[in-house]
């Protein structure tokens, strides 16, 4: 064992933890202000900033990174700029500390209600996307938190430029070290940062299913997260065939293969299949995606490749997509219900009782109608940002932003009560 990485460790949680204690005291207007000087500082940095993120991709070509996961390292304009709109929407968005939720009285004079406050230090473990360092510190310093962030090896140089710019902002602007970031790849700084309970209130991992696992095996803090995201798109017998086709290639390639939120299982009504699975199937391999198939999906296209029983529950994060042909909405929902992962499924149909019937039974974090499923995602649903997509149902489900980031106590006023 390293005892300098565990000293390091722990001083970092320690920093984040009474950092927290000033931030959450702190006025809205300076956890505004401060974002706000953030997204001006990145946008000042962005040339810096693409240049270290060059040394990244290099070193991603040189180790065969894939080619899904360098797109996601990719800090293009497009994503800097992103940034600093997340940035900028937090700021603009209703202060949730100190949030009254309710509040009633007892017969016996009491007024009892509950607040919103933060959760404490948050710790950040992720994979590959550098614009997770400038979301999660968004939101965790508008909602009061410390939060401590470990990216990964292959993104180590553009996270800690994004860090050192964040956490200079934020010293200057009067909330020095809530932001902590740890700027070494060894993984024993991950295994002592999940046993810091003392220290850290909750653990939040973004990246591969097995690297979830791992931490909600092995952390001694609370862990949220999904372990898969194995998203359904389901065309109705009732569907729109040309919206079919549109949809279905924006949550597959459209936007990026290797998000959780993209589909990686298509159910086609059997009364539709031989019109439109000849159609999407054409192309999606257009796009170079592979098709695996169940053998009714194989009879119709012949390029197919079989489906087996793990392709069903695998999330791919690639080109490739499953496809089964199925005789009913029942069967439909019962594969979603046995395969899927309750990240984001979704149906396409004109027929208003079989969406509403969707809506109603398929338990998911976001279920959808006549959508893409890419959408599952703080920015776009208006949270400003997101620190994690929850598949739990405790605390938190689905794109996880400000509100997901506090909880709450009870307050209570009392003129002199004692219970008999």
């Known amino acids: 064992m390293n005892e300098n990485i565990q000293n390091m460790i722990q001083s970092k949680a320690r920093k984040a933890k009474s950092a927290m204690r000033v931030l959450s005291r702190s006025s809205a207007d300076i956890r505004n202000n401060t974002l706000l000087v953030m997204a001006e500082n990145i946008l000042k940095s962005k040339k810096e900033i693409q240049e270290v993120n060059q040394t990244d991709l290099q070193n ?10 360098m797109q996601r390292l990719l800090l293009d304009d ?17 202060d949730p500390i100190g949030e009254v939720i309710s509040m009633g009285e007892r017969p016996n004079g009491l007024k009892i209600g509950t607040v919103r406050v933060p959760i ?14 400038v979301e999660v510190s968004a939101l965790c310093i508008k909602s009061g938190n410390g939060v401590i962030l470990r990216g990964g090896s292959e993104a180590i140089h553009s996270n800690t430029i994004l860090a050192r710019i964040l956490s200079d902002t934020a010293a200057k602007e ?30 939040i991992p973004r990246g591969s299913n097995e690297f979830v696992q791992f931490l909600m095996k092995e952390s001694d803090i609370p862990v949220l997260g999904h372990a898969d995201g194995i998203c359904h798109i389901y065309v109705d017998e009732a569907a729109d065939l040309d919206m079919a086709n549109n949809l279905c290639m924006n ?7 290797a998000v959780c939120n ?39 296209v012949t390029s197919a490749k079989p489906a087996t029983e793990e392709d069903w529950k695998t999330e791919y994060l690639d080109y490739i997509l499953s496809i089964r ?21 979704a149906i396409i149909t004109e027929s208003y009782s079989a969406s509403e019937r969707f809506l109603k039974e398929v338990d998911s974090a976001a279920v959808y109608v006549n959508a893409s499923t890419v959408f599952t995602d703080g920015y776009e649903f208006g949270l400003g940002a997101e620190v994690g ?8 489900r689905g794109p996880m932003g400000l509100e997901g980031l506090t909880s709450y106590k009870y307050i209570i006023y009392g003129d002199g009560q004692v219970r008999e």
């Open 389 to 396: 997509i929850s598949t739990q149902k405790l605390h938190s």
């Open 120 to 133: 404490g230090v948050v710790g950040v473990i992720y994979e590959s996307r550098p614009d997770v360092t």
């Open 325 to 345: 042909v199925v005789d009913s909405m029942d069967t439909a929902i019962d594969h979603i219900e046995m395969y899927g992962s309750h990240h984001s499924d």
């Open 174 to 203: 009067g909330v020095p070290e809530a932001i902590q970031f740890v700027d070494t790849i060894d993984r024993q700084a991950v295994y002592e940062l999940i046993r810091l309970p003392d220290y850290v209130d909750l653990v």
């Open 262 to 300: 993209s589909v990686e299982t298509l159910l086609i009504h059997e009364a539709v299949a031989e019109d439109y699975l000849p159609k999407i199937c054409n192309n999606l391999q257009s796009e170079d995606v592979e098709i695996r198939g169940c053998e009714r999906t194989q009879q119709i």
């Open 60 to 69: 991603g070509e040189k180790t065969g990174l894939e080619k899904p996961l």
């Open 251 to 257: 949550a597959k390639v459209g936007y990026k293969v």
């Open 78 to 94: 497009k994503k800097i700029d992103r940034m600093a709109d997340n940035l900028r929407q937090v700021a603009a968005l209703p």
